[in-house]
């Protein structure tokens, strides 16, 4: 049996004594009373009457143990052309400062927080001063718009709100400070503070009595010690697309995060502390969480906050400078990134320029990863290239390939096997397991492993229908895929509406939200279509309500999305059409109008109610431009 088999075996036959062997090395200040609570199936709660502090455990100790004058994070903004290195010992000194401003302003365990900012190091401080306190972090991408941010801010009703001026993308500032005014006027529920980090791009207007200066506060503050919070107790709200405008409030505890993330960064990404890694996200996004800030810090890593893209700050080259420059052993993305490089340089000609002589392995997730992009990853870096999956619920992988315990041979098209703790079934519909390679519901057995999400946020019940209901005894991820013959995992789809543009995670239903509310539109539908850059991108259609005029109307519902949901939905097409597709009792095909937009072959549905409407919106996609000369992802 080889290695991987062997852990995974030993997970599976006493997740107990397994999951509290990796809890070993995390500092409690009191342990566990057990390991797993398994008393009111189907939730699950892990290590319950265990106390630490997540902050404690991600920078405090690693002073205490030495470290205090190694990087914590190297910041390299090629946007600002800043490069920044703080310690861990600064690091301490400035998560203790900040979190006695939010003391200092009423801000206490339990309490949430929103953190609004850009890739900016002090995003991480936000997050950990929030963790030192035992206070509830929730951290929302600023490429959202504020309509976006007014529904966290309600969900979350937070005491404060820490946010910068401004961030900046490769061509523009964007001033955050405008749309956080804007989405606290929206919101009902109101912040009683905001801590709002000056940048020298812009600098924004505060408001009196609410607004106070970041830094100011902070030199003000009395550093705060760390607040020891119960296992069970939440570290953090991340709030993710649903299949409606209001947002999933996935819920993150203390104990189980950190055993769960310091026991991946050896086994799964194979670094040891000390050494340089790179997670090129956004802390907005769950790969953020885990890989930018928690697990490098909670393994005394050192970590890379990059503000900027693959491509445009200033080349094709922007990757492979910042791996060599800070000696990065591997590098985590999502495939877009490469294909963006891809696409500016096919041969990988700025690879040569710099030395990649540390650099050990790429690591891919988010989003499918085609074989095309794998198989250049792969020729061009000549370094193992991982495709692993997960998603916000799960916080870690679901199924990847453990470059720390042992190299299983890579399959193209499928992140490897399901990891240790995770018990993947491929489900029919009635819930009854299929043969090897046979596509179903992907679906965790129960319990899920330690790190994943407990609950929603103040969802209970949304959390069991949405994810436990249908399949019961199960965790149900909302993909499609097979389990081969060899126990590999192919994801192959979502079953629900959700969509990946970018590697970003965004609902086709919360856009038909928007598109609906314009006075015009009678009936809408979007679906997401391949495409060769962002994996998907987003295409609508609309009716129009009987006398209206269709002038301006897509440029409308585009710019609508614009402002409701944000840029980085990426909504730039729509047609007008005369219907929608539909079946005899009224469910909209948007499976097929999605077909007809990728060039795929088809089968005209049985149930179909009027097969000619199929030719109208051929016809209104030709004249977007659809399906797209070359097509979408292999
Ligand atoms: N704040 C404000 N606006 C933002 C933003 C932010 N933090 N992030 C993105 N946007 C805006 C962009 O400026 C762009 O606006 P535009 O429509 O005016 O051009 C829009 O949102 C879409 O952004 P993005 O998806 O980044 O597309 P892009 O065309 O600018 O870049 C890639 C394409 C492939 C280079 C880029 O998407 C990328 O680097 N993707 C990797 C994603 C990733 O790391 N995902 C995390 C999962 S691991
Ligand atoms: P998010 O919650 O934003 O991380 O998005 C999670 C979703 O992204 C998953 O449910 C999948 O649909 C998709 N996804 C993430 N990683 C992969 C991967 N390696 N392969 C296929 N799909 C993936």
Known sequence: MGRFDEVYRAAAADPEGFWAAA?????????????????DPPYYRWFPGGELNTCHNAVDRHVENGRGEQAAIIYDSPVTDTIRSITYAELQDQVARLAGALAARGVAKGDRVIVYMPMVPEAAVAMLACARLGAVHSVVFGGFAANELATRIDDAAPKAILSASCGIEVNRVIEYKPLLDAAIDMAAHKPDACLILQRPQATAALTTGRDEDWEEAVAAAQPHACVPVAATDPLYILYTSGTTGQPKGIVRDNGGHAVALKWTMKNLY?????????????????????????????????????????????DPGAFWRVISQHKAVSLFTAPTAFRAIRQQDPEGDHIGKYDLGHFRALFLAGERCDPDTLAWAEEKLQVPVIDHWWQTETGWAIAANCLGI??????????????????????DSEGHEVPPGTIGALAGKLPMPPGTFPTLWNAKERYTKSYLANFPGYYETGD????????????????????????????????EEVLAAHPDVAECAVIGVADSLKGQL????????????????????????????????AFKSAAVVKRLPKTRSGKILRATMRKI???????????????????????????IGFPKAGGGLK
């Not at 907005?284 to 393994?299: K, M």
Request: glycine share 12%.
């Open 406 to 427: 042992e190299l299983l041979p890579v399959k193209a098209g499928s992140p490897t096997r399901p990891m240790p703790g995770w018990d993947l079934k491929v489900l």
């Open 597 to 623: 937009a990728d060039g795929e072959d088809f089968k005209t549905p049985a149930t179909i109610d009027d097969p000619v409407i199929l030719d109208e919106i051929r016809e209104s996609l030709a004249g």
């Open 538 to 569: 987003p295409v609508g259609f609309v009716v129009l309500k009987a006398g209206a005029g269709d002038g301006a109307v897509t440029d409308e519902v585009v710019q609508m999305v614009r402002d409701r949901i944000g840029p980085v939905a």
């Open 23 to 39: 809890a070993a090395e995390i500092d409690w200040t009191k342990t566990w009373d057990r390991v797993l609570d398994d008393s």
């Open 480 to 511: 499609a895929g097979i389990i081969d013959e060899e126990g590999y995992v192919h994801v192959m789809a979502r079953t629900d509406d959700i969509i990946n543009v970018a590697g970003h995670r965004l609902s086709t239903g919360a856009m």
């Open 270 to 314: 194979n670094i040891d502390p000390g050494e340089v890694y790179w997670s090129a996200s956004d802390v907005g996004w769950v790969v953020g969480h885990s890989y930018i800030v928690y697990g490098p810090l909670l393994h005394g890593a050192t970590t890379i906050f990059y503000e900027g893209k693959p491509v445009g700050t200033p």
